[in-house]
């Protein structure tokens, strides 16, 4: 079980899932009063007053102020008011006094790229769902609770934005996006080459599944909506070609077998009736018959009846190639 204060491949899959212990909740500290991560306020304040826009992260950080931290009785009463009565109020003080908890995991996670209030917002979401799940009976903080669950959302958030296809659909698939890297560093380092069958076996998945992680890890997905250059008009969307048959070579396709049925039609004509019948019913037919029961009904052995497919054919392709010249090249 990963500990709370692990970084990004250590935690858990499925916050749903997995909970944390009680030894690893009492490890935690109390988070920082609020987060510095940003420095927005610190910036503010070594410039000269004046008038300057605030930003919603500041409005927000400074909203979460008007909230202290709740001592362990007041948690016990609220968490009784909520399970025995149902008492919506309860929660929200609940809530409202862990938010800077969100806060300050978000921070951890700024090098992502992701936006700041985004990974709050999702850690947020942790905290209701920690709210459900947490037990007051044994002997935990909620706030050290209420973190492991707001990292495992922040977490989950990450990893459904990490591409644009989705590369961790699977319980083994996220345990590979956690824990990939982290493990070929770690065998680098033990004097291991890390290659698929070891890595499979060491985080207890299947050997195609390393691979497929480790190629989607190891590439970028374009836009097929991406400019190919700055004073170009296309997208590249425009010169990858396509995998269907080219417009001309359909048509051509197409007229190429409206003349082989004009020429079949005149060339049943020529036929005898046996002929005919075998044509029809033997080689063009979606369900011909044997070569069997073309013999026992013209009174024929089997290689005979063979034979005159054999010629059948044969005629066919000569009376054709008289006229098509690209009849080799037809799809029938």
Known sequence: MP???DKLDDEPIEPEVLGPSADEMLELSPPPDVIDASRADDREKSQPTAVVPVTALQQYLAEIRRYPYLSKEEELRLF???RTHGSREAAVK???ANLRVSVSIAAEYLHTGADHMD???EGNVGLMQAIKKFDPTKNVRFY???AWWSRAYILRYLLNIYRLVKIGTTQDQRKLFYNLKKEKEKLAREGFAPDTKLLADR????????IEMDQRLGNWELSLDQPIGEDQDGSLLDII???QTPADEQIADNQLKTLFRAKLAEFIKT???RDEDILRNRILSENPLTLDDLGDKYGITKERTRQLEARIIKRLRDYIKKDVKDFDRLRL
Request: proline content about 7%.
């Open 3 to 5: 500990k709370p204060d």
């Open 80 to 82: 009784h008011e909520y």
């Open 94 to 96: 609940l809530i409202m």
């Open 119 to 121: 990974l709050i917002q």
């Open 144 to 146: 050290a609770y209420a």
């Open 203 to 210: 985080l207890n998945v299947r050997e195609r599944d390393v």
């Open 241 to 243: 070609p396509s995998q």
């Open 271 to 273: 036929l005898e009736e």
